[in-house]
T-cell receptor, first 116, second 112 residues
Framework: QKEVEQNSGPLSVPEGAIASLNCTYSDRGSQSFFWYRQYSGKSPELIMFIYSNGDKEDGRFTAQLNKASQYVSLLIRDSQPSDSATYLCAVKLSRAGGTSYGKLTFGQGTILTVHP | SQTIHQWPATLVQPVGSPLSLECTVEGTSNPNLYWYRQAAGRGLQLLFYSVGIGQISSEVPQNLSASRPQDRQFILSSKKLLLSDSGFYLC???????????FGEGSRLTVL
């Protein structure tokens, strides 16, 4: 089982729709969760982070965390063509007996296409 | 504000040639630094991380090495490149303690 898995894509949604991106993780002790957006040929940029159960909203983006189910998601409301990118889920895994040194483990990414 | 830069942005190297990628962070001191690699169509794989000058930890065995000669400088090297070393190399830093990473612009390496 992979440590961080994202729903397989690509995902295609019409402009104005809600895009839903999902991620599961294997380490129940994981502490922090991140969503990155990566445009083709560019480096990843941080969109949101979440570390408490529930929802966290920032503009058109909502991150949802359910630690009991080991599940984190990203909702993009009113999707725009400029949202077309690869979305990476990242998890700060716990490390038995010590610090994780801030290391993040990434999922393989989900390609999102928003068509006009 | 903090910024991170890496170079070169693009390079094409023959098999067996050496490699040196450099990364610098500005606006902070004693950052945790990381080198990730992203192969075509793949996720990010952590290669090395450093919590201080001269302190390097390797995550995967390979023919690459890393060094941190100064507080805000992180270098990725190889003595002899392999075809499998091709990829998009990303340097990153974190302000901690939450752990969010901020990436440099990336260096795209093609080994022929």
């Amino acid at each position: 089982q992979k440590e961080v898995e994202q729903n397989s894509g690509p995902l295609s949604v019409p402009e104005g729709a809600i895009a839903s991106l999902n991620c599961t993780y294997s380490d129940r002790g994981s502490q922090s969760f991140f969503w990155y957006r990566q445009y083709s040929g560019k480096s990843p940029e941080l969109i949101m982070f979440i570390y408490s159960n529930g929802d966290k909203e920032d503009g058109r983006f909502t991150a949802q965390l359910n630690k009991a189910s080991q599940y984190v998601s990203l909702l993009i409301r009113d999707s725009q063509p400029s949202d077309s990118a690869t979305y990476l889920c990242a998890v700060k895994l716990s490390r038995a007996g010590g610090t994780s040194y801030g290391k993040l483990t990434f999922g393989q990414g989900t390609i999102l296409t928003v068509h006009p | 504000s903090q910024t991170i830069h890496q170079w070169p942005a693009t390079l094409v190297q023959p098999v067996g040639s050496p490699l040196s990628l450099e990364c610098t962070v500005e606006g902070t001191s004693n950052p945790n630094l990381y080198w990730y690699r992203q192969a075509a169509g793949r996720g990010l794989q952590l290669l090395f991380y450093s919590v201080g000058i001269g302190q390097i930890s390797s995550e995967v065995p390979q023919n690459l090495s890393a060094s941190r000669p100064q507080d805000r400088q992180f270098i990725l090297s190889s003595k002899k490149l392999l075809l499998s070393d091709s990829g998009f190399y990303l340097c990153a830093w974190t302000p901690l303690p939450l752990g969010e990473l901020f990436f440099g612009e990336g260096s795209r390496l093609t080994v022929l």
